[in-house]
């Protein structure tokens, strides 16, 4: 008789609030009772709010407990919950708890469910069928796959990824390289953490199709300095899978190569940009490189190179196992596939939620998060990270998608959503929009790195009440100077959240000028 299956997350979200406490006691407990339980260690589900979230397997399946604590451990024993009964921590079976019922998972089908180090558990549940298909293919026809499924990058930009990899497919050069951007530094971020950390076979796998499609042999994961759960599980699982022959010199028996490596990022927030990481990991400071030329064509030490995310390259692996068309039904418009958003701030639900475009802002916040933690109304909500535009109650009902974020002036960016409820000073928003700039500017153009100090400026003066009309005139001119000569995305997408405090919530500049506090 196989033993009773106990998981408990190994997530860092989890880890944070005691889960090795509470693994360990579900251990101490099971032998001190004489109970035979393999505790497996998995990845997040996502329901932040809950964690750490215990799940039992029975024979109606896994049954949810949470948040559970070492403490908690001994009563859920005495309640019975090995056999999914009743206890006022109980939640019922996880697959019936309405955040994660609602869900779309393809990106994360398998985070939560499996040791994410278990390549044999990631087989079984439909891992390395996409490299399996894409090894029986061209690398013309692995690129039209990914073409014809509408896969656009998930780091910001939503370039679409097929154009990438043909153009890089297209270049001549005997060394070609495909390269993971893990610098995840977006406020209200961490699908990119989530998934290394719960599911890292499918990026290798990714990534390894996209060498296959471009002709790359090498491949790096530049990675967040400050996800050293993330590194580990990386590490261990590239050894893993060169171990059983899917990296390595003959991939899969094929006479093919891909290697992988993980780099660690210095905590540059503007390394997150693609041409700033390049130089970072080539060894050098990490600032912005002029374009052209593409990446594409002349990226890591001068050779072809593909830059994806890491949910782009992620999402790669479902499209050459289902097909494009599979992944296409998805969505709406020119927004294909699922979208993994992450829900932050001042929400009751916050967590990751994967879901099809198409979804509302409204139904995201209310019926999937609950509201505001605060129970306060929500006021505005960032999205996009801290370039992102804040977006007022009249724009809540803008579908998830990127042509409709950008006619409102927005952008969806990696999906993190900041929540904020009716206490937020706006005026305090756009003012931190412009220091963040103004600290984690590379330096290399003017207006980022003078134009950003110089809005701090303009915005205090403008809160104090000095000359209200000629500051604010000021302040828009230098948005604007800022989005059409800046270099990169950094200094061309901060004046988003400005002029979008300006404009929808003008109140704030001069009630801060008045000196009347928020109720």
Same mark, same amino acid.
């Given at each position: 008789?196989?033993?009773?299956?106990?998981?408990?997350?190994?997530?860092?979200?989890?880890?944070?609030?005691?889960?090795?406490?509470?693994?360990?006691?579900?251990?101490?407990?099971?032998?001190?009772?004489? *109970?035979?339980?393999?505790?497996?260690?998995?990845?997040? @589900? /996502?329901?932040?709010?809950?964690?750490?979230?215990?799940?039992?397997?029975?024979?109606?399946?896994?049954?949810?407990?949470?948040?559970?604590?070492?403490?908690?451990?001994?009563?859920?024993?005495?309640?019975?919950?090995?056999?999914?009964?009743?206890? *006022?921590?109980?939640?019922?079976? !996880?697959? +019936?708890? &309405?955040?994660?019922?609602?869900?779309?998972?393809?990106?994360?089908?398998?985070?939560?469910?499996?040791?994410?180090?278990?390549?044999?558990?990631?087989?079984?549940?439909?891992?390395? @069928?996409?490299?399996?298909?894409?090894?029986?293919?061209?690398?013309?026809?692995?690129?039209?796959?990914?073409?014809?499924?509408?896969?656009?990058?998930?780091?910001?930009?939503?370039?679409?990824? /097929?154009?990438?990899?043909?153009?890089?497919?297209?270049? &001549?050069?005997?060394?070609?390289?495909?390269?993971?951007?893990?610098?995840?530094?977006?406020?209200?971020?961490?699908?990119?953490?989530?998934?290394?950390?719960?599911?890292?076979?499918?990026?290798?796998?990714?990534?390894?199709?996209?060498?296959?499609?471009?002709?790359?042999?090498?491949?790096?994961?530049?990675?967040?300095?400050?996800?050293?759960?993330?590194?580990?599980?990386?590490?261990?699982?590239?050894?893993?899978?060169?171990?059983?022959?899917?990296?390595?010199?003959?991939?899969?028996?094929?006479? @093919?190569?891909?290697?992988?490596?993980?780099?660690?990022?210095? /905590?540059?927030?503007?390394?997150?940009?693609?041409?700033?990481?390049?130089?970072?990991?080539?060894?050098?400071?990490?600032?912005?490189?002029?374009?052209?030329?593409?990446?594409?064509?002349?990226?890591?030490?001068?050779?072809?190179?593909?830059?994806?995310?890491?949910?782009?390259? $992620?999402?790669?692996?479902?499209?050459?196992?289902?097909? $494009?068309?599979?992944?296409?039904?998805?969505?709406?418009?020119?927004?294909?596939?699922?979208?993994?958003?992450?829900? !932050?701030?001042?929400?009751?639900?916050?967590?990751?939620?994967?879901?099809? =475009?198409?979804?509302?802002?409204?139904?995201?916040?209310?019926?999937? /998060?609950?509201?505001?933690?605060?129970?306060?109304?929500?006021?505005?909500?960032?999205?996009?990270?801290?370039?992102?535009?804040?977006?007022?109650?009249?724009?809540?009902? !803008?579908?998830?998608?990127?042509?409709?974020?950008?006619?409102?002036?927005?952008?969806?960016?990696?999906?993190?959503?900041?929540? =904020?409820?009716?206490?937020?000073?706006?005026?305090?928003?756009?003012?931190?929009?412009?220091? =963040?700039?103004?600290?984690?500017?590379?330096?290399?153009?003017?207006?980022?790195?003078?134009?950003?100090?110089?809005?701090?400026?303009?915005?205090?003066?403008?809160? $104090?009440?000095?000359?209200?009309? @000629?500051?604010?005139?000021?302040?828009?001119?230098?948005? +604007?100077?800022?989005?059409?000569?800046?270099?990169?995305?950094?200094?061309?997408?901060?004046?988003?959240?400005? *002029?979008?405090?300006?404009?929808?919530? &003008?109140?704030?500049?001069?009630?801060?000028?008045?000196?009347?506090?928020?109720?």
């Amino acid at each position: 008789m196989s033993k009773l299956r106990v998981y408990v997350p190994t997530d860092a979200s989890a880890l944070a609030v005691g889960a090795d406490a509470t693994a360990a006691a579900i251990l101490a407990e099971a032998r001190r009772r004489g *109970r035979e339980i393999e505790v497996v260690r998995n990845g997040s @589900r /996502g329901m932040l709010w809950l964690e750490p979230l215990v799940e039992v397997e029975t024979a109606r399946g896994r049954v949810a407990y949470g948040p559970v604590h070492a403490a908690d451990v001994a009563g859920l024993f005495d309640a019975g919950f090995t056999e999914g009964a009743a206890h *006022r921590l109980g939640l019922g079976p !996880t697959a +019936e708890i &309405p955040f994660f019922k609602a869900q779309q998972r393809l990106t994360f089908a398998r985070v939560g469910l499996i040791d994410p180090l278990d390549l044999d558990a990631y087989r079984s549940l439909g891992g390395y @069928r996409g490299l399996a298909a894409a090894l029986a293919m061209s690398p013309g026809e692995i690129v039209e796959t990914v073409t014809a499924s509408g896969l656009r990058g998930r780091g910001g930009a939503a370039f679409p990824a /097929g154009i990438k990899w043909k153009t890089a497919l297209g270049a &001549p050069a005997g060394q070609k390289y495909v390269v993971c951007n893990a610098d995840e530094g977006d406020s209200g971020t961490f699908s990119d953490r989530m998934l290394m950390e719960g599911d890292p076979f499918t990026l290798i796998e990714g990534m390894t199709i996209a060498g296959l499609a471009v002709g790359a042999t090498q491949g790096y994961i530049y990675l967040r300095f400050e996800y050293p759960h993330a590194r580990r599980a990386l590490e261990r699982a590239i050894a893993t899978a060169r171990a059983r022959g899917f990296l390595g010199a003959d991939l899969c028996g094929s006479g @093919r190569t891909f290697e992988l490596e993980v780099r660690m990022g210095a /905590g540059a927030y503007i390394c997150g940009e693609e041409t700033s990481l390049l130089e970072s990991l080539e060894g050098k400071r990490g600032q912005v490189r002029f374009k052209p030329p593409l990446p594409a064509i002349s990226g890591l030490f001068g050779r072809p190179t593909v830059i994806n995310n890491v949910i782009t390259l $992620a999402s790669v692996p479902v499209i050459l196992d289902r097909g $494009a068309g599979y992944y296409r039904d998805f969505g709406m418009g020119r927004s294909r596939g699922t979208l993994p958003i992450q829900l !932050t701030g001042n929400i009751r639900h916050g967590g990751l939620f994967e879901k099809a =475009f198409g979804l509302s802002l409204r139904e995201l916040l209310y019926d999937i /998060g609950g509201g505001s933690l605060s129970g306060r109304p929500i006021r505005a909500v960032q999205v996009g990270g801290p370039l992102g535009a804040y977006l007022p109650e009249s724009q809540f009902d !803008t579908p998830i998608d990127y042509e409709a974020f950008a006619a409102i002036g927005g952008m969806l960016g990696h999906g993190g959503l900041v929540v =904020f409820d009716d206490t937020v000073d706006m005026a305090a928003q756009a003012r931190y929009a412009m220091e =963040f700039c103004a600290v984690e500017s590379c330096g290399k153009c003017t207006p980022c790195r003078i134009g950003s100090t110089r809005g701090v400026e303009v915005i205090d003066r403008l809160v $104090a009440g000095e000359d209200r009309a @000629r500051q604010e005139a000021l302040l828009r001119d230098l948005c +604007e100077t800022m989005v059409h000569g800046s270099l990169c995305a950094l200094g061309g997408l901060t004046p988003y959240p400005v *002029r979008s405090a300006l404009d929808h919530f &003008p109140e704030d500049f001069r009630r801060a000028a008045a000196g009347s506090a928020r109720p």
